[in-house]
């Protein structure tokens, strides 16, 4: 039987996570957006992540439950939500397809005369066969390879700063605040993307030791972690090069500029393709156990749930592996599948809102004990800012979506609903 996790495992199974390879490839843009102000966007972006996810971590303070998302929406805004919030989840396994295909990238730019396809479906096979020993192996790899990455990102950030270039910090400079407030706040709401996952950590509040304590306390520190270590990374990104050698770039461009050849190549292994992997690896867990939760209550067949005896679920994460693998395979674009399941995330961040309102009348003793309670209207107060931020995000993502998404989307979310409420007299809620 998998044991528990403890604090410092679930620190390093969510850093590894949330720092994903994308904070790589985004920050370009970000600098052309609004200039060496893209640290501050970065702080910002970081703050309102963290003040959207204090609704989950006061939940968790209180009440610990299978499913993270799933078992607060269900518990405070309705059972009858379960079926779209557990779709929600499975479609959202194809999100995996994200950190496999960006390998393939990687490293067809790293060893150019090789099968990088092959390459990539190995380790990502490998991650998947790992995941099948349980929460142990797991959180031993993250253990090795999340401390790996951080001391990766923070050498390239301290060498950037002691080479700062003249005028960096001059905020009367040209280049700072380029793109004035709309530019800073487009990076803002870019580098946000970053940031997310962190709330995942409500996933494993079940296999967790003392989780009132622990899983509230591992989002706090993996939110301190992951600003410490971004803000850093947006500092150093334009601290040595131009503005024009930077804006649009990755940070390999500036990487190449400080190292030598050979640190250069440790930077891009440990760096950029650990975060792909720690990101890979957390990632099979976490998109399994949200569904799983409904799949134990009814809103799928059962078979999916199966487990073997180090408690992981290798039905689900053989689906998973063969769904991580089929964008590397047929060369199918991770953003369009994506996409389409964008107004059921949406919805599902509205019902989390729902649910945090009704959380403190749902859970009225738990929520008076909980080591994170605080008076009520300050509670409002908080949930009413997260409203706003998530709102903001909501209308913004779904802004840029052609009408022939949008008309998808509307399509999932209806099949979603129909399905939830024909399947909701086979459900039976577990008992808490």
Same mark, same amino acid.
């Given at each position: 039987?998998?044991?528990?996790?403890?604090?410092?495992?679930?620190?390093?199974?969510?850093?590894?996570?949330?720092?994903?390879?994308?904070?790589?490839?985004?920050?370009? !843009?970000?600098?052309?957006?609004?200039?060496?102000?893209?640290?501050?966007?970065?702080?910002?972006?970081?703050?309102? @992540?963290?003040?959207?996810?204090?609704?989950?971590?006061?939940?968790?303070?209180?009440? !610990?439950? +299978?499913?993270?998302?799933?078992?607060?929406?269900?518990?405070?805004?309705?059972?009858?939500?379960?079926?779209?919030?557990?779709? &929600?989840?499975?479609?959202?396994?194809?999100?995996?397809?994200?950190?496999?295909?960006?390998?393939?990238?990687?490293?067809?730019?790293?060893?150019?005369? $090789?099968?990088?396809?092959?390459?990539?479906?190995?380790?990502?096979?490998?991650?998947?066969?790992?995941?099948?020993?349980?929460?142990?192996?797991?959180?031993?790899? /993250?253990?090795?390879?999340?401390?790996?990455?951080?001391?990766?990102?923070?050498?390239?950030?301290?060498?950037?700063?002691?080479?700062?270039?003249?005028?960096?910090?001059?905020? &009367? $400079? /040209?280049?700072?605040?380029?793109?004035?407030?709309?530019?800073?706040?487009?990076?803002?709401?870019?580098?946000?993307?970053?940031?997310?996952?962190?709330?995942?950590?409500?996933?494993?509040?079940?296999? =967790?030791?003392?989780?009132?304590?622990?899983?509230?306390?591992?989002?706090?520190?993996?939110?301190?972690?992951?600003?410490?270590?971004?803000?850093?990374?947006?500092?150093?990104?334009?601290?040595?090069?131009?503005? +024009?050698?930077?804006?649009? %770039?990755?940070?390999?461009?500036?990487? %190449?500029?400080?190292?030598?050849?050979?640190?250069?190549?440790?930077?891009?292994?440990?760096?950029?393709?650990?975060?792909?992997?720690?990101?890979? #690896?957390?990632?099979? *867990?976490? @998109?399994?156990?949200?569904?799983?939760?409904?799949?134990?209550?009814?809103?799928?067949? /059962?078979?999916?749930?199966?487990? #073997?005896?180090?408690?992981?679920?290798?039905?689900?994460?053989?689906?998973?592996?063969?769904?991580? @693998?089929?964008?590397?395979?047929?060369?199918?674009?991770?953003?369009?599948?994506?996409?389409? =399941? *964008?107004?059921?995330?949406?919805?599902?961040?509205?019902?989390?809102?729902?649910?945090?309102? #009704?959380?403190?009348?749902?859970?009225?003793? /738990?929520?008076?004990? $909980?080591?994170?309670?605080?008076?009520?209207?300050?509670?409002?107060?908080?949930?009413?800012?997260?409203?706003?931020?998530?709102?903001?995000?909501?209308?913004?993502?779904?802004? +840029?979506?052609?009408?022939?998404?949008?008309?998808?989307?509307?399509?999932?979310?209806?099949?979603?609903?129909?399905?939830?409420?024909?399947?909701?007299?086979?459900?039976?809620?577990?008992?808490?």
């Amino acid at each position: 039987m998998t044991e528990k996790l403890n604090l410092k495992q679930l620190v390093w199974i969510g850093t590894g996570h949330v720092i994903g390879a994308g904070v790589v490839s985004i920050v370009g !843009s970000a600098i052309a957006a609004t200039g060496y102000s893209v640290w501050l966007a970065f702080l910002v972006a970081c703050i309102l @992540s963290f003040v959207r996810i204090l609704p989950v971590i006061f939940f968790t303070s209180a009440v !610990s439950i +299978e499913g993270g998302r799933y078992g607060m929406i269900t518990r405070c805004a309705g059972m009858k939500y379960g079926g779209l919030i557990t779709l &929600s989840g499975l479609l959202n396994w194809s999100r995996r397809g994200t950190a496999v295909i960006a390998l393939c990238g990687y490293i067809a730019d790293f060893l150019p005369d $090789s099968n990088s396809k092959l390459i990539t479906l190995l380790i990502w096979a490998f991650f998947c066969f790992a995941n099948l020993f349980g929460l142990d192996v797991m959180s031993r790899i /993250q253990s090795v390879a999340t401390p790996l990455l951080i001391f990766a990102l923070t050498a390239f950030s301290a060498i950037c700063i002691v080479n700062i270039q003249p005028g960096y910090l001059d905020f &009367s $400079s /040209q280049y700072m605040f380029v793109g004035g407030a709309k530019g800073f706040f487009t990076a803002v709401v870019l580098l946000s993307y970053s940031c997310d996952g962190i709330a995942s950590l409500a996933n494993y509040s079940t296999k =967790t030791v003392n989780p009132l304590k622990n899983i509230p306390l591992a989002m706090i520190l993996v939110s301190f972690i992951t600003t410490v270590v971004y803000v850093a990374v947006g500092f150093a990104s334009g601290a040595v090069l131009s503005f +024009e050698h930077t804006a649009g %770039k990755t940070l390999a461009v500036t990487a %190449k500029a400080v190292f030598t050849p050979f640190f250069y190549n440790m930077f891009v292994i440990f760096g950029p393709v650990f975060a792909l992997l720690t990101t890979m #690896n957390a990632g099979i *867990m976490d @998109s399994a156990l949200p569904v799983m939760a409904g799949v134990k209550e009814g809103w799928l067949p /059962q078979w999916l749930a199966k487990q #073997n005896r180090y408690g992981a679920y290798y039905v689900a994460i053989g689906i998973i592996f063969v769904i991580g @693998s089929f964008p590397v395979i047929s060369g199918i674009s991770v953003a369009q599948i994506a996409s389409i =399941t *964008m107004a059921l995330g949406a919805l599902s961040a509205i019902l989390l809102i729902i649910s945090a309102v #009704n959380f403190p009348f749902v859970f009225k003793n /738990q929520w008076r004990i $909980s080591a994170f309670y605080i008076p009520m209207p300050l509670y409002i107060f908080i949930v009413f800012i997260c409203a706003v931020i998530e709102l903001f995000v909501v209308i913004k993502a779904l802004s +840029e979506l052609a009408p022939i998404t949008i008309a998808t989307n509307i399509a999932m979310v209806a099949v979603s609903i129909l399905y939830g409420i024909f399947r909701i007299k086979k459900v039976t809620p577990s008992k808490e």
